[in-house]
């Protein structure tokens, strides 16, 4: 991680702490179960305390059901958009599983060739971010500063 600033450092080990909690469904407890949303709100609790807004309630499946860019407008809200090409270790990422569809999956990179995400039937892990990922990506955002 060359380069990379004491913010951008911490958002990497925070999200490396939660390697190998399982996946849950809208949970977000280290060590005890989370989702990728999840994920993002742990790490989000783990740098600035309190989370800026409660999560509702979410079927595995909104996406899916037409609700919108229901994952990026929340990120929009609280975290600082970035140019796709210019994401770095730190980010937040999200995908479209389909062109079509909303965004729905969220990951953090944590080095420019790997990112850290949960997803169904695994623990959270750390995964090379290949061209399969890179061709889903369709959103990055940065966590705003800190007062370190």
């Known amino acids: 991680m060359n380069g990379t600033t004491p913010l951008r450092g911490r958002i990497v080990t925070a999200a490396r702490d939660w390697l190998g909690t399982p996946y ?3 949970a977000s407890l280290r060590g005890v179960g989370c989702d990728c949303l999840g994920l993002v709100r742990g790490v989000w609790r783990d740098l600035y305390g309190s989370e800026p ?3 509702p309630p979410y079927s595995p499946y909104w996406a899916e059901q037409g609700h919108g860019e229901t994952l990026a407008q929340a990120a929009e809200r609280h975290l600082m958009p970035v140019a796709i090409e210019a994401a770095r270790p730190g980010d937040v990422l ?3 599983w389909r062109a079509h569809l909303p965004a729905s999956h969220c990951a953090i990179m944590t080095e420019p060739d790997r990112i850290l995400h949960a997803h169904d039937g695994a623990s959270v ?3 090379a971010f290949t061209g399969w990922w ?3 990506l369709s959103h990055a955002f940065a966590f705003p500063e800190l007062d370190l």
């Open 53 to 55: 807004e409660p999560t």
């Open 94 to 96: 999200l995908f479209r």
């Open 134 to 136: 890179r061709r889903h």
């Open 24 to 26: 849950h469904h809208q």
């Open 125 to 127: 892990g750390e995964v």
